[in-house]
């Protein structure tokens, strides 16, 4: 009879632990991609690639996103910063906070307790207006061109908006990775202009914009 209550009360605790362990965030998830922007592109999506153990709808998730900023109190001269307001599972950052590059990362915990889980980090790096991606035909970088593509990432369509009145957006290319055309667009009207991706695969593109004071500028987008 002893035996028996004592294989009773261990199986009883095993299950419990077994049912504790089901009901705590196990992993956090992971976040992508490393990102290489010219100095007038704004940031992309900050996406998940893999979900929490166990996921969102197995159990309630509350995120957070913290950024890498400057610190001149600290050592290193940096320190990690919980950004307000993103309980999201994707995120959008709007500006870089550090000399040394933009660095950000996702934290989850099941709501209602402590502490965060950190998953991966993701670098956001700055290209040198000298590179040769944030570079017109001529070498000359063009500066403060008030051109807004979105959304992007883009699934069915990509709209270019140039808000400059007194430089005209006149025609424009896409070209994949390796540098092959793939579309040629002309006689844009009135600065603003939809060119349909639905036939794209998924990936990374560059749209390369020609305006009418004979200037480029080079853009990144993303086919979701």
Same mark, same amino acid.
């Given at each position: @009879?002893?035996k028996?209550?004592?294989?009773?009360?261990?199986?009883?605790?095993?299950?419990?632990?077994?049912?504790?362990q089901?009901? @705590?965030?196990?992993?956090? $998830?992971s =976040?992508?991609?490393?990102?290489? =922007?010219?100095?007038?592109?704004?940031?992309?999506l #900050?996406?998940?690639?893999?979900?929490?153990?166990?996921? *969102?709808?197995?159990?309630?998730?509350?995120?957070?996103?913290?950024?890498?900023?400057?610190?001149?109190?600290?050592?290193?001269?940096?320190?990690?910063?919980?950004?307000?307001?993103?309980? @999201?599972?994707?995120?959008?950052?709007?500006? =870089?906070? &550090?000399?040394?590059? $933009?660095?950000? @990362?996702?934290?989850a915990?099941?709501? $209602?307790?402590?502490?965060?889980?950190?998953?991966n980090?993701?670098?956001?790096?700055?290209? &040198?207006?000298?590179?040769?991606?944030?570079?017109?035909?001529?070498?000359?970088?063009?500066?403060?061109?008030?051109?807004?593509?979105?959304?992007?990432?883009?699934?069915? &369509?990509?709209?270019?908006?140039?808000?400059?009145?007194? #430089?005209?957006? *006149?025609?424009?290319?896409?070209?994949?990775?390796? $540098?092959?055309?793939?579309?040629?667009?002309?006689? #844009?009207?009135?600065?603003?202009?939809?060119?349909?991706?639905?036939?794209?695969?998924?990936?990374?593109?560059?749209?390369?914009?020609?305006? &009418?004071?004979?200037?480029?500028?080079?853009?990144?987008?993303?086919?979701?």
């Amino acid at each position: @009879m002893r035996k028996l209550t004592l294989l009773l009360v261990t199986a009883y605790f095993g299950c419990s632990q077994a049912f504790a362990q089901s009901t @705590m965030l196990q992993h956090p $998830g992971s =976040i992508c991609c490393a990102q290489e =922007i010219c100095h007038f592109d704004p940031i992309e999506l #900050i996406e998940e690639n893999l979900q929490t153990t166990p996921t *969102e709808n197995e159990l309630p998730i509350e995120y957070a996103w913290y950024e890498l900023v400057d610190d001149t109190t600290t050592a290193t001269g940096t320190k990690w910063v919980k950004i307000p307001n993103t309980n @999201m599972r994707n995120y959008q950052p709007l500006a =870089i906070h &550090s000399q040394f590059g $933009g660095f950000f @990362m996702r934290a989850a915990r099941k709501i $209602g307790t402590l502490p965060y889980l950190f998953s991966n980090i993701i670098n956001v790096k700055v290209l &040198s207006p000298s590179n040769p991606l944030c570079t017109s035909a001529s070498d000359e970088v063009v500066e403060g061109t008030a051109v807004v593509i979105a959304p992007n990432p883009a699934t069915t &369509s990509l709209r270019v908006v140039n808000r400059q009145e007194s #430089i005209l957006l *006149e025609s424009f290319q896409i070209f994949d990775v390796s $540098g092959k055309i793939l579309v040629t667009g002309q006689q #844009i009207q009135h600065n603003n202009h939809d060119i349909d991706v639905t036939s794209f695969a998924s990936g990374l593109y560059f749209l390369q914009l020609f305006y &009418s004071n004979g200037k480029t500028s080079c853009h990144k987008w993303v086919k979701s």
